[in-house]
């Protein structure tokens, strides 16, 4: 059973990726050639990795981008998904769609399959940065119309000590480099002079000032400010290269944002929220004359304002050059932000709706090539039929020159695609979650059902005459249920073999009729157990249980989302002693302890999360408290026998701990300390701190095999790692928990009935304890 258990809970887990996160890149979808006049000749993409909306719109360290922005460019805010992490934000930028889900089991560093790109697209691309974003878009390239130049972020450090900017600074050095090389070189500048062109910059500075010194803080603000001069110098020099020609066109944005406490990979508004500039050739500009402010920003324009979801962005820059929209891109063209005579934003955005039918047609015809057509259900706002309809009508509204009509059809065209596209990803997501969730109830029916027998009726004694004609219903009912099984996982079995579905949906299907009948046979157990259970008292007990166990589990997940909902669990675990027929044998100091215990966890749900504001005093004071606990056992449980080898043994360790415990506080402080006053961390001290931590899982194993030394031993060592991670409360939320705990484990000793020596000497070990902490 236990091996069966874990293969059906590893089942339970892989069924999420084919559920939840499958990959949207459709293969094989056709390109569309656009027809419209490109407005610009080259594009330059600055990537400010880690830059947030909020370092930009709030902070006038970026003085000439946000002069930029306010005057003849456009900003606002580019709205991310998760995972908020460097590859897929590079990828919704560069090539239109959110990550592929696969990518996880590398880390978001490498590409796990080949997907389309701006870059691809492109006559020719240039790209410096680090190897791992640079790299993404080079596999699968059969045009050779990529270059790129890296380097390894590794080899800088990234402590405080260390200047951020020198990430950058290799980026612009090399990019002043290439354009003095092409004044000499003939066949860079015959390049150069190409149209539909590309220059990437990927400036991981800021990410890394961000880790390491945090958003808000002047060595941020510093690299932030250093970015913006050198984006300045490197327009310039672009511009003095093609003489000012008016064909360039200059987008700056971020991959992700950034919490207050330097980290991003989740949904946090600081982290999805990122800023975009975007100016020069064909970029739409607005004469506010009344120079209206946005109030939801430090001086920005609030009319060249126009904001945009991420991966926007792609078929944006493919406009601005007419080259085909990458064909996995899901992004929508901003027309608001078009400098372009009407024809040309008519002809720009039917090449966005045309690309995204071929990407939604593809889906819909690769579903429907292996479906069982009797149970097709396809997507009825927008089939086949009206596909190739709407196609027609669109051109022939683009014959007649009424462009109007032909944005507002291609715009609706384009969600409906969307949606389209959407309905065919998750097709076999409803099936797919039914079978996964019978499949988790009847493992639990399954477990239920071994209690059952194992437990109930080991206890019962069962009638021994038993009525010939029940026996015989039952083995009937018993044979029935296992031929109609049989006869259904054939009939699916068939279905999944006929539609060419990948190997693991057997499992999936299968699996839920096997955990059923094996817990619904033999029927006669359950029947059994309903007489059993004829008594109402015990029915309504087993019902109070169920409906305890179903809110409990309802609040867990709630509070994956609310973590104030954990309080409430909680909250009614407090009361948990009180409903015991055996209450009586419990102190009135555990009776007062446990419930408190339960309450002062229940308040940690609704404080801040961890890592928005430090509090290190906090961190110390979790220590010093644990340091007195542990100080008043060895005072009044082991000094009073000192004379005893073992306790003397026992005593030596228990100090050992104490003073281990005592220097991690003493290097949490320092260190502290000295990162708030930006100095260097020490080496030897964090040294130290790696040998505290290697350590503490093995002092433990010195103690004795008494009880309630070890048990002291594992909480101190367990305290004592975790408060070297710890930056605010999380170290009194332990050492409420570690209490709480310990409290728990005294009342099950003393409620359960346990006759044997072991236990009775337990329950006195435990009795010591609580006597001198209670």
Not at 57 to 79: D, E, F, K
Not at 174 to 188: E, M, Q
Not at 194 to 210: A, E, M, P, Y
Request: charged share 20%; glycine share 4%.
């Amino acid at each position: 059973m236990f091996v069966i258990g874990i293969f059906i809970h590893l089942v339970f887990l892989f069924s999420i990726f084919d559920i939840y996160f499958k990959s949207p890149i459709v293969n094989n979808a056709n390109m569309y050639q656009p027809l419209h006049e490109a407005p610009a000749d080259r594009l330059v993409l600055f990537v400010v990795d880690g830059l947030r909306a909020e370092s930009f719109v709030n902070y006038s360290t970026m003085p000439y981008l946000r002069s930029v922005a306010n005057n003849h460019g456009r900003w606002g805010i580019s709205q991310t998904r998760v995972p908020t992490e460097s590859r897929p934000g590079h990828v919704a930028i560069i090539a239109g769609f959110y990550e592929d889900p696969s990518a996880i089991a590398k880390g978001w560093k490498e590409n796990p399959v080949d997907f389309d790109s701006v870059f691809n697209q492109s006559e020719y691309t240039w790209c410096w940065g680090t190897y791992d974003i640079v790299d993404i878009f080079t596999k699968g390239a059969v045009k050779n119309n990529i270059f790129i130049e890296k380097f390894d972020p590794y080899e800088q450090s990234f402590s405080s000590d260390k200047n951020t900017t020198l990430l950058d600074d290799w980026v612009f050095k090399r990019v002043k480099n290439f354009f003095h090389k092409a004044n000499y070189d003939d066949n860079l500048r015959e390049k150069l002079g190409s149209r539909k062109i590309v220059f990437f910059l990927h400036l991981l500075g800021t990410d890394t000032s961000g880790h390491t010194h945090k958003p808000r803080t002047k060595n941020f603000l510093t690299t932030i400010k250093f970015v913006d001069e050198n984006i300045k110098e490197i327009e310039k020099i672009i511009k003095d290269f093609y003489n000012d020609d008016g064909k360039t066109t200059f987008l700056m944005t971020s991959d992700h944002g950034m919490t207050d406490w330097g980290s991003h990979g989740t949904g946090d508004d600081d982290e999805t929220k990122t800023p975009y500039v975007l100016w020069g050739a064909g970029v739409q500009t607005i004469q506010d004359n009344v120079n209206q402010l946005d109030p939801e920003t430090n001086s920005m324009s609030f009319g060249n304002r126009y904001d945009i979801n991420q991966a926007d962005l792609t078929p944006l820059m493919a406009t601005f050059l007419s080259i085909p929209v990458p064909v996995n891109s899901i992004g929508q063209l901003p027309i608001g932000l078009l400098e372009m005579s009407l024809p040309n934003k008519a002809k720009a955005i039917y090449s966005n709706c045309r690309q995204m039918i071929s990407q939604y047609n593809k889906k819909r015809l690769d579903v429907e090539a292996r479906v069982i057509s009797i149970l097709y259900q396809p997507f009825e706002p927008f089939d086949g039929k009206k596909v190739r309809e709407i196609i027609s009508i669109t051109e022939k509204l683009l014959e007649d020159e009424k462009y109007d009509k032909v944005i507002k059809l291609s715009e609706e065209i384009i969600h409906l695609s969307l949606s389209g596209l959407t309905y065919y990803h998750n097709y076999y997501q409803k099936p797919l979650l039914i079978t996964v969730t019978l499949s988790f109830i009847g493992w639990i029916l399954c477990l239920f059902r071994v209690l059952v027998k194992q437990k109930m009726f080991a206890q019962i004694e069962m009638p021994r005459n038993k009525s010939h004609s029940l026996v015989n219903t039952t083995k009937t009912i018993d044979v029935a249920m296992k031929v109609f099984s049989a006869i259904v996982m054939m009939v699916l079995s068939l279905m999944i073999y006929v539609q060419s579905l990948p190997v693991q949906y057997y499992i999936y299907f299968l699996m839920p009729i096997f955990l059923w009948l094996y817990a619904l046979t033999p029927i006669n157990l359950w029947i059994q157990t309903l007489n059993v259970l004829k008594n109402k008292r015990r029915i309504f007990l087993l019902g109070i249980e169920i409906l305890c166990y179903t809110l409990g589990s309802i609040a867990l997940g709630l509070a994956l989302t609310h973590r104030w909902v954990l309080s409430i669990p909680l909250l009614g675990m407090s009361l948990w002693p009180f409903f015991s027929a055996s209450i009586q044998n419990l102190p009135k100091s555990v009776c007062i302890a446990w419930p408190v215990g339960c309450v002062s966890l229940s308040i940690f749900s609704f404080m801040s999360v961890i890592g928005k504001n430090t509090c290190i005093e906090l961190v110390i004071a979790a220590g010093i408290i644990w340091l007195l606990i542990h100080s008043l056992y060895i005072w009044k449980a082991l000094l009073p026998n000192s004379e005893d080898q073992d306790v003397t043994r026992e005593l030596i360790i228990s100090v050992i701990q104490i003073f281990t415990l005592a220097v991690s506080l003493q290097i949490i402080h320092l260190q502290s300390k000295w990162f708030g006053e930006n100095l260097p961390i020490s080496q030897s001290l964090q040294s130290v701190c790696w040998i505290i931590s290697v350590s503490l899982p093995l002092i433990p194993l010195l103690y004795t095999k008494k009880f309630i030394n070890r048990l002291l031993g594992i909480n101190t060592a367990i305290l004592n790692f975790y408060l070297l991670l710890s930056v605010a409360h999380e170290g009194l939320f332990m050492v409420t928990l570690i209490l709480n705990v310990n409290c728990w484990m005294f009342i099950e000793s003393k409620l359960i009935n346990s006759g044997n020596v072991q236990g009775i000497q337990c329950e006195k070990e435990n009795h010591i304890f609580y006597h001198w902490w209670c």
